[in-house]
Structure formats: structure tokens, C-alpha cells
């Protein structure tokens, strides 16, 4: 899994990073395995989960769904938050 990240520096312009390649060993056991591994990787940079305002997915199905799945399990946490998928 990649992790992107696009955000607002401290002088107000939009940069976008790329983080890394996590992998995931297990993607079956549905999305808990890919949140713990997008919250690792955060953590590693010092980021918290709570501050993402927005998601974007490439429309995996485990990107999408009502049931346990990373959007669900993220959208727990963050309070301002939009999401896009293609």
C-alpha cells in the first residue's frame, strides 16, 4: 500500500509527499490490517490520524463498503472529513 499525503505547509501552500510503500500481509482480514498500517506509518513521521481531512482510494474493494472497512474505521476518528474514490 502507498501513502500520499497532500496538505497546507506553514506558509500556506499546497505540497504533496510521498510517504512510503507499507506492506500489508494480509489484506483479507479486511481493513483493521490496512488502518494499523496507515497509523504506523503516521506515527513514524509524528502525524496523528485525527488531523486527515480528506481521503482519496483508487475503488479496491476494500476501499469501499459500510461494513468494517477503511473508510468506516478512519471516519471514527477524524472529524472533518471528505472522502474520494475513483
Do not use: P
Not at 60 to 77: C, H, Q
Amino acid at each position: 500500500m502507498a501513502l500520499v499525503l497532500r496538505f497546507v505547509d506553514k506558509k500556506g501552500f499546497l505540497k504533496e509527499h510521498f510517504f512510503g510503500v507499507v506492506h500489508v500481509v494480509d489484506t483479507s482480514v479486511k481493513s483493521k490490517t490496512l488502518k494499523d498500517a496507515i497509523v504506523s506509518l503516521l506515527s513514524h513521521y509524528d502525524l496523528d490520524i485525527q488531523n486527515i481531512h480528506g481521503q482519496g482510494y483508487d475503488g479496491v474493494s476494500n476501499m469501499r463498503g459500510e461494513f468494517n472497512e477503511l473508510l468506516t474505521l478512519i471516519s471514527k476518528e477524524c472529524l472533518y472529513l471528505t472522502t474520494f474514490t475513483t
